[in-house]
């Protein structure tokens, strides 16, 4: 099935800093990616939709300026997270749909702490 | 989306069948189920989906009740690799909510030796 490789799968930085996080599909296209944040103990909850050559649109109560998304090709998306605080700190994970499946590949997730 | 309800945690003997029941009767005809899976600190792993047919893939199997109301995956011989966290979401095949994946608490599957 399609792959989707996120990098880096861990991260600890400072508070103020930006971080950013990469997805990737690997051997396939995604004109569109999602991505989740996930606190612990709780389930996913979707913060935006990256759209490949546009912008992204976001769930409501999420920061855009905060969590800048960059889709520029058909096989990666980024996102930054700005000026960064500890309340910040969760799981990041992306996905994209399977052609192969129609079901949707989620990359294997970020562990954000801001200290 | 429609929203689902699952139990919160289930218990399951290695090698025996695990049956994760799910309620969903708010779909709509458009709707598809898919069951996830996620194991602690990973991301969510795609097991399968449906309309309105069952189906059976390498991993599982999923039945959908006729009313498509309800819907049980099943996991015919469970080990304890298979010990996760269970989602059931149901999400449209298009439109503007296309992809967007609506996840609830799920289901603690245990599986014991």
Redesign the interface.
Known sequence: GAVVSQHPSRVICKSGTSVKIECRSLDFQATTMFWYRQFPKQSLMLMATSNEGSKATYEQGVEKDKFLINHASLTLSTLTVTSAHPEDSSFYICSARDPDSNGYTFGSGTRLTVV | DAKTTQPPSMDCAEGRAANLPCNHSTISGNEYV?W?R?IH??????I??GLKNNETNEMASLIITEDRKSSTLILPHATLRDTAVY?CIVSRAGGTSY????????TILTVHP
């Open positions: 898919y996830y996620q600190s990973q991301g969510p792993q795609y399968i989906h989602y992809g967007k994946l609506t996840f609830g608490q799920g």
